[in-house]
């Protein structure tokens, strides 16, 4: 039913959305998520507490990373205790970690002993908050590796695509 590209993001092995309205006539959304579909609608936009768009976790690609994760279809509440106001903002989150590890791999920073005296890098993690449910907690750069493998895999050709918010468009 839709003739454009769908805004979507890949984090890993994991496949977000923006939340829409037609998500509480999907089957595997579940009914916590179809009422907040709901309740968020009746809302929009005006009482949206600074939120552009609410995200959702709609996908969990079979990955080593997500071996153990099962209950995509989600709402995304924060990103490492940073609360989210849209899909826009959680990519550029997951870009700002991106750098964080790519830079620090580049100067050879985050560095400490190990038990044999060898120098290797502390990993830095990343941790999703789902609303109703457990944390999704990963490490950076094993993420990083997962999407490159998993976009190969679907023939997915960007990690992300977001149209911006057309500028004609006024907020009530």
Request: charged residues 25%; hydrophobic residues 35%; negative net charge.
């Amino acid at each position: 039913d839709v003739d454009y590209m769908p805004n979507y993001m890949i984090l890993g092995s994991l496949v977000l959305l923006p939340m829409f309205s037609a998500m509480k006539h999907f089957k595997a959304c579940g009914s916590l998520l179809k009422a907040d579909c709901i309740e968020q609608s009746r809302k929009w936009p005006r009482e949206w507490e600074g939120k552009e768009g609410l995200v959702v976790l709609t996908e969990i690609f079979a990955h080593e990373l997500s071996f153990s994760y099962s209950r995509p279809w989600r709402r995304v509440v924060s990103y490492n205790g940073i609360p989210i106001t849209s899909l826009q903002h959680l990519q550029e989150l997951w870009n700002e970690s991106c750098k964080e590890v790519t830079n620090d791999d580049q100067k050879g920073n985050n560095r400490s002993n190990d038990v044999s005296g060898d120098y290797c890098s502390s990993p830095k993690f990343a941790r999703l908050e789902l609303e109703n449910d457990d944390d999704i907690v990963f490490e950076v750069s094993s993420a990083i590796e997962a999407q490159k493998e998993v976009m190969a895999t679907h023939a997915i050709t960007k990690p992300f695509h977001i149209v911006p918010p057309n500028p004609k468009y006024k907020k009530l």
